[in-house]
């Protein structure tokens, strides 16, 4: 009878041994965060006035903005080679803080926005859209 019980117990330690192990559950990566962005706002010859287009603009950008995750909205701004170099630095940077202001005012709140002059340093590839504010939501600014 004690090898009946000895082998018994051999046996449900051999069945328990065999039990695969049940799988080790494991959360998928997060997805990967969305691509940025890009809006461009044009401006009229020596101005940092936004014109209805331009407010249309700066409304997708709010929307595409409150429509994802928290995250940064870059706006650099950038003027044509006329005029001086300082002037046209002050100048760029008025737009920027003009599209920063509209953003603002659309919802966007002022600590996601990070605002940047260029002056005349655009590399626009037609004349007249050097007069521009890029507006990048998400993801971080172009190289300068």
Same mark, same amino acid.
């Given at each position: 009878?004690?090898?009946?019980?000895?082998?018994? /117990?051999?046996?449900?330690?051999?069945?328990?041994?065999?039990?695969?192990?049940?799988?080790?559950?494991?959360?998928?990566?997060?997805?990967?965060?969305?691509?940025?962005?890009? %809006?461009?706002?044009? %401006?009229?010859?020596?101005?940092?006035?936004?014109?209805?287009?331009?407010?249309?603009?700066?409304? %997708?950008?709010?929307?595409?903005?409150?429509?994802?995750?928290?995250? /940064?909205?870059?706006?650099?701004?950038?003027?044509?080679?006329?005029?001086?170099? /300082?002037?046209?630095?002050?100048?760029?940077?008025?737009?920027?803080?003009?599209?920063?202001?509209?953003?603002?005012?659309?919802?966007?709140?002022?600590?996601?926005?990070?605002?940047?002059?260029?002056?005349?340093?655009?590399?626009?590839?037609?004349?007249?859209?050097?007069?521009?504010?890029?507006?990048?939501?998400?993801?971080?600014?172009?190289? /300068?």
């Amino acid at each position: 009878m004690r090898r009946f019980f000895v082998a018994a /117990s051999l046996l449900a330690l051999a069945a328990c041994a065999q039990q695969p192990l049940p799988p080790v559950a494991t959360n998928p990566p997060p997805p990967p965060p969305p691509p940025p962005q890009t %809006f461009t706002v044009y %401006f009229d010859y020596n101005s940092a006035q936004l014109g209805p287009g331009a407010k249309e603009v700066v409304k %997708f950008a709010a929307d595409a903005y409150k429509a994802g995750t928290p995250s /940064s909205v870059h706006l650099t701004g950038y003027t044509d080679p006329s005029g001086a170099a /300082s002037y046209n630095q002050r100048l760029s940077l008025r737009r920027a803080n003009a599209v920063a202001t509209a953003l603002e005012n659309d919802g966007v709140p002022q600590p996601a926005l990070v605002v940047n002059g260029e002056g005349e340093t655009s590399n626009a590839p037609t004349p007249g859209q050097d007069r521009r504010v890029d507006i990048i939501v998400g993801g971080s600014p172009p190289a /300068s």
